[in-house]
Antibody
Framework: EVQLVESGGGLVQPGGSLRLSCAASGFTLGSHRMNWVRQAPGKGLEWIVYIGFSDSRTYYAASVRGRFTASRDNVRSSLDLQMDSLTVDDTAVYYC????????????WGPGTLVTVAS | IVMTQSPATLSVSPGERATLSCRASQSVRSKLAWYQQKPGQAPRLLIYGASTRATGVSVRFTGSGSGTEFTLTISNLQSEDFAVYYCQQYHEWRTFGQGTKVEV
């Protein structure tokens, strides 16, 4: 069974940092492109990071570029999202999401982890 | 690429048909997916390639369109279909529409 489980969310002050992780199981992580998507409370979905088969091909949405850094470890079957210089606008549920092998649409999502940026 | 969904909210009775629209600011060919999201849950893939149902998705869900205009039709609405629906283009990176809430 395909499983993606995010962790590392919590409360952080504005200007602070947080590192999220995503543990993948039930499939070979190295065969899939991956993404991070977030959803602010009561709002819609916002795609923020695309990670190719390796860290070398990573693309960030303008809203997080320069502040967030994504990485993956295909051997450990995990992804990380380092979030720096956080603002209240970064408050959201963060989802780890898998692209279908051989294509670019997202077929599986983790349950998400909540990040709250507040003083 | 900006994705625009309409309407924002759709009020439908059980057993009726719901028609949701999604428009892209430029052509995304058929690189369009639809997702369903229920409160407190992660999104679930319904349609990819504009018209292909994902595994396990009911035949009541039909996707159509290409280029810039897309439609998701839900026929014979069931209680479990009341949710928020998002379109997403994956032709150029990724962009979501703002969502359509289907309510009773």
């Amino acid at each position: 069974e395909v499983q993606l489980v995010e962790s590392g969310g919590g409360l952080v002050q504005p200007g602070g940092s947080l590192r999220l992780s995503c543990a993948a199981s039930g499939f070979t992580l190295g065969s899939h492109r991956m993404n991070w998507v977030r959803q602010a409370p009561g709002k819609g979905l916002e795609w923020i990071v695309y990670i190719g088969f390796s860290d070398s091909r990573t693309y960030y949405a303008a809203s997080v570029r320069g502040r967030f850094t994504a990485s993956r470890d295909n051997v450990r079957s995990s992804l990380d999202l380092q979030m720096d210089s956080l603002t209240v606008d970064d408050t959201a549920v963060y989802y780890c999401a898998r692209d279908q092998v051989g294509d670019y649409y997202t077929d599986y999502w983790g349950p998400g982890t909540l990040v709250t940026v507040a003083s | 690429i900006v994705m625009t969904q309409s309407p924002a909210t759709l009020s439908v009775s059980p057993g009726e048909r719901a028609t949701l629209s999604c428009r892209a600011s430029q052509s995304v060919r058929s690189k369009l997916a639809w997702y369903q999201q229920k409160p407190g849950q992660a999104p679930r893939l319904l349609i990819y390639g504009a018209s292909t149902r994902a595994t396990g998705v009911s035949v009541r869900f039909t996707g159509s369109g290409s280029g810039t205009e897309f439609t998701l039709t839900i026929s014979n609405l069931q209680s479990e279909d009341f949710a928020v629906y998002y379109c997403q283009q994956y032709h150029e990176w990724r962009t979501f529409g703002q969502g359509t809430k289907v309510e009773v």
